[in-house]
Each structure stands twice: as C-alpha cells, then as structure tokens.
C-alpha cells in the first residue's frame, strides 16, 4: 500500500497547459508504477496515462498521445503530468494511481488512488 497525494489541478483556458503533480509514499514507493486516470461527471473512470518504476516505459490513452507526456521524478517518488493543448473535454478530476510492478499491463490493474485534482477547461 502506498498514499498518493495530487496537485496542480486548477481553471485553465482552451489551448492552455497545465502540469499535475502526484507524490508516493509508504511501503515499496520507490519500485512502483505510477498511472494518471481521469473521470468526468456522468462518465466512467478513463486510463491517461502510465509510467514503469524505472521512468523508462511509458504508456498513454491512444486519444490523448502527443498532447499529454507523463514523466517521473524517481528521486522523490513523483509523477508529473503534462497537458498541452487542453480542450474543455478533458475537464475532469484526475486522480494518481500506483501499484507494484508484476509484469502486467501499464493500463490497468491498479490498486492505489489518490484524493483527486480537478481540471477544468474553459472555452
């Protein structure tokens, strides 16, 4: 079990950027997979984006690749995500995700979250 803490989140125009914030801590926080989803009013849960322990493979939402890039700064166990070109589409709560590596998937399977950061994009 590992808590996941997010920031960044905030009120951004169409075709503006913004960056989230997520820190890892507790048991095994420095050999986990870390994930971004994302959940708009009224719709499911959707993968964002992933990246392994090691920062080296990275995983994106087909929809989104090319205008987000998740990055990890393993020193302090922190995932970033970077939104570019933001559309009012991608308002949403996006929440940090984590669970060990097992050789599965980057996309699914996790079974740690975090508070959630809201995303809100104005047109």
């Known amino acids: 079990q590992v808590q996941l803490v997010e920031s960044g989140g905030g009120l951004v125009q169409a075709g503006g950027s913004l960056r989230l914030s997520c820190t890892a801590s507790g048991r095994a926080f420095g050999l986990i997979i870390m994930a971004w989803f994302r959940q708009a009013p009224g719709n499911e849960r959707e993968f964002v984006a992933a990246?392994?322990?090691?920062?080296?493979?990275?995983a994106y939402a087909d929809a989104l690749k090319g205008r987000f890039t998740i990055s990890r700064g393993n020193l302090k166990n922190t995932v970033f995500l970077q939104m570019d070109n933001l559309r009012p589409e991608d308002t949403a709560v996006y929440y940090c995700a984590a669970k060990l590596p097992r050789g599965d998937s980057l996309r699914a399977g996790y079974d740690n979250w975090g508070q959630g950061t809201q995303v809100t994009v104005s047109s």
């Open positions: 990246v392994s322990w090691s920062g080296g493979v990275t």
